[in-house]
């Protein structure tokens, strides 16, 4: 099959060289390969033989016409020259579109492969039990219980909860601490009513274990301490229970929970913290006869890291423990989104099937850092080096302008009026429109400050106006 490639000059070289190999003919059509015309592309057509083009993905133009008259297939290639290889290299096992660039298309169908097996798989599984009507173990897929500490003193437990599904939770639970009263538990239980998915109550308290069973669909957690006084009620209600080792051991308290009537049941050999027997605690997660409950959110709390990356791995060791559902918390800011890492961490793992690590999925939690450079040509021309910025400022007569960031909204205020978008581009232009700028060292500053409010967003961190980021 042969292949035409326009380019650009910029980005020539790096189109040879993805080229090698393949029956292609890179054609140079000005600087820059985004400004590709159809006039230009159906020039190049005419004067060779060509079963394929393949342009730019930064091309803006539409080729429907030039590819009704030519009759040659036009589609789309990566938006990065740097791309160009592993496009090429996917040729006759992917359909390249004519109006998504390649890099979107082949992202957006890995993705949609990983999703179909992870769905395909929980479809075929047959669980060990169902609460709610949500799987768990028997080889269905890792459940995500996220938990919200000191539920009875939440201020918006309700939205709290609806947040924690939304991001990707299967089962919330709601934590009780010492506090707590039967009154609480069932309050908080009464402002839940009319969610109808799998709800939690986590206390070892008899009272507020029982305070629980008319709505609480899992009770985190059962012992030797508590089985003979709330087990039989626990059974009676239907519950599931997490049951975990006391002085009795695991096994023993299994044992007590099953002989008192509770069926569904979830064995958490308590995870350790990172430099607390982390390693060591793993070896506790062999076969225990039910469900593993694999407690995460422990370790992502207690190690001043990321989590981003510490989720990913701790999915993995549930993964490869055979874990039923993994406990994930958001108690501190550095653990906010903590939710939606886990449960886009257990789904890697879901999709892993046949592929041996968690790669090329079309599932990653990249955030930060990126899975390949992409080294695209510099500018070029006579290099000056600039002086510094002058130390003075200078006000603009337009105004002041105080920047925040808050909830997902970038705010800028001007002379009483508060400006709120979700972008930088977005709030500069109604600035601008609106007269509060007028210097170009003004619109500079701001352009720098609101970008910096967008990644502070976008990365769930503070913002302060001139401070460090």
Request: hydrophobic share 45%.
């Amino acid at each position: 099959m042969r292949i035409l490639l326009p380019t650009g000059s910029l980005t020539a070289d790096i189109v040879r060289k993805a080229a090698r190999g393949h029956d292609a003919e890179v054609a140079v059509t000005g600087e820059i390969a985004a400004f590709l015309t159809p006039a230009d592309l159906g020039a190049l057509i005419a004067s060779g033989d060509y079963d394929l083009v393949i342009v730019p993905g930064m091309a803006t133009a539409s080729f429907a016409s030039v590819e009704e008259e030519s009759g040659v297939p036009i589609v789309m290639g990566p938006r990065h020259a740097a791309d160009l290889g592993m496009v090429l290299g996917l040729l006759g096992t992917v359909a390249l579109s004519r109006t998504l660039p390649a890099d979107d298309l082949i992202a957006t169908e890995r993705r949609k492969a990983a999703y179909g097996r992870i769905a395909e798989a929980e479809a075929e599984a047959e669980p060990d039990f169902v609460v709610r009507g949500v799987k768990i173990g028997g080889g269905s897929r890792m459940k995500v219980l996220a938990e919200i500490m000191d539920a009875h003193r939440h201020p918006a437990l309700r939205e709290g909860v609806e947040d924690f599904f939304a991001r990707g939770a299967d089962i919330v639970d709601l934590g009780f601490g010492f506090d707590a009263s039967p009154a609480d538990v069932e309050r908080c239980f009464a402002v839940l009513e009319g969610i109808g998915r799998p709800l939690a109550a986590d206390t070892q308290d008899p009272l507020l274990i029982r305070a629980a069973l008319d709505r609480a669909d899992l009770i985190l957690s059962l012992h030797e301490g508590n089985i003979p006084e709330v087990g039989a009620a626990v059974a009676a209600a239907g519950a599931a229970a997490v049951v975990v080792p006391g002085t009795a051991g695991l096994a023993e308290n299994l044992r007590a929970a099953r002989d008192v009537g509770v069926e569904a049941l979830i064995a958490d050999p308590l995870l350790q913290p990172a430099g607390s027997g982390f390693a060591a605690s793993l070896a506790g997660f062999g076969d225990r006869g039910v469900p593993l409950f694999f407690g995460a959110g422990n370790v992502v709390e207690l190690i001043d890291a990321d989590s981003v990356g510490v989720n990913a791995l701790l999915a993995a060791c549930a993964h490869e423990v055979g874990a039923a559902v993994v406990f994930t918390s958001e108690h501190s800011d550095k653990t906010r989104g903590s939710v939606a890492e886990m449960r886009r961490a257990t789904e890697m793992m879901g999709a892993l099937g046949d592929h041996p690590y968690p790669k090329d999925l079309g599932i990653d939690l990249f955030v930060l850092k990126e899975k390949r450079r992409r080294r695209e040509p510099l500018p070029v021309g006579e290099a000056v080096d600039v002086p510094p910025a002058p130390d003075g400022f200078v006000p603009d007569p337009a105004g002041n302008i105080r920047i925040g960031a808050d909830e997902g909204w970038i705010l800028a205020e001007h002379e009483g009026r508060v400006y709120r978008g979700r972008t930088a581009a977005d709030v500069v232009s109604a600035l601008i429109e609106n007269g509060c700028v007028s210097r170009l060292d003004h619109a500079a500053y701001l352009g720098r400050e609101l970008a910096r409010a967008e990644v502070a967003l976008l990365l769930g961190r503070s913002y302060v106006q001139d401070g460090p980021f």
